[in-house]
């Protein structure tokens, strides 16, 4: 059986993407091995996927998943809804902690209550919420309705690092594994680092925990999402780390200390970047995301930087895009390093 040999640092990574493009055999385990970790893939895994001349393919026999079944025809056969309706249910869910978010049709909103009921049983969820509108606005809140269950607060796990949260009230990006495995692979010892828009701390906890930084101020002006950030730095034991700041990150104090500081926002990111190039020392980096449509990628950004900088020195260090946003956009990530 073929299996991807992944380094452990980028196991989560590669794991979550292979799982996305469906490609990981789920019959069968994940074989963890010293600093490697194996993942059996599927036969139309092939080798002109990019992942495939990235990493070795190796043939081993791992053992078996003897409870594994695929949830779907399961819970179609629960419902037991007209063929018109069913291929209509959602195919793919997001599984934060012990709550499942999934997005329904209009058409199946009249049987949302029955449809909440069989995936939380089948896919061992205590809550089951119902994704209708898009996340907007300062505060960043989801639009989501509670469709079965009536707790939704819960703990995410990502490798090492845990996600206290409520998904009624705050987001989280599965989305952005990528980055914050990025942000979590730098050395960041002796570093202070701030964190302008740290959410419950999706960026701030990597860098804390895994590169080492030697303090994060990290900066959130939801005050749902500050409780959770507060709760997620004692989860993970940072206190000694990370110093949360509750409020508008414009009104962070101090000049010229951060030796990294992180934008993790995108939509009106660019208005912030005078502020984090206030906060940031000659040669500190700031990553700087935003979106931008694909016929002007990475031009928006780089323009942006230019027009903030008005004339201080600085160098892009790197170019990343985060993930795919939308049909012809990308959120990206433009490292630079500030100069003077």
């Not at 493009?21 to 194996?38: A, C, S, T």
């Not at 934060?96 to 049709?105: F, H």
């Not at 996340?135 to 995410?156: A, Q, S």
């Not at 860098?207 to 997620?232: G, T």
């Amino acid at each position: 059986m073929r299996c991807l040999k992944v380094p452990k640092p980028k196991g989560e990574e590669v794991r979550y993407a292979l799982g996305r493009q469906r490609l990981v055999r789920k019959d069968r385990k994940i074989i963890d091995e010293g600093e490697f970790i194996f993942i059996p893939v599927l036969d139309s895994f092939t080798s002109e996927h990019a992942l495939a001349s990235a990493y070795e393919m190796v043939d081993m026999e791992p053992p078996g998943r003897t409870v594994f079944r695929e949830p779907l025809p399961a819970i179609k056969k629960k419902l037991q809804l007209p063929d018109e309706l069913e291929e209509l249910l959602p195919y793919k869910w997001e599984h934060l902690g012990d709550v499942v978010i999934i997005r329904l049709p209009k058409e199946l909103e009249h049987e949302a209550g029955r449809i909440g009921e069989a995936y939380a049983k089948e896919l061992n969820a205590k809550a089951v919420l119902n994704e209708v509108g898009v996340i907007t606005g300062t505060h960043r809140r989801p639009d989501v309705h509670l469709i079965f269950g009536d707790d939704t607060e819960t703990v995410h796990r990502e490798g090492p690092i845990l996600y206290k949260l409520d998904p009624r009230k705050v987001m989280f990006s599965s989305g952005n594994i990528k980055e914050k495995n990025r942000m979590a692979a730098l050395d960041c010892r002796g570093e202070t680092v701030v964190d302008m828009f740290a959410g419950i701390g999706y960026f701030t906890l990597p860098i804390a925990k895994k590169a080492r930084a030697s303090k994060v101020i990290a900066c959130e002006i939801n005050p749902d999402s500050y409780h959770y950030l507060v709760e997620n730095i004692e989860l993970n034991e940072l206190e000694d780390v990370v110093e949360p700041f509750l409020g508008d990150n414009m009104d962070l104090p101090g000049e010229r200390f951060a030796d990294r500081v992180i934008m993790g926002y995108f939509g009106t990111t660019e208005k912030f970047l005078p502020k984090a190039l206030s906060l940031i020392r000659p040669g500190g980096i700031v990553h700087y995301h935003d979106v931008a449509g694909i016929e002007d990628c990475p031009g928006k950004l780089l323009r942006a930087i230019d027009n903030a900088c008005e004339g201080r020195k600085y160098e892009v260090v790197g170019i990343q895009e985060a993930k795919s946003f939308a049909p012809c956009k990308s959120h990206i990530v433009v490292d630079f390093k500030v100069l003077d």
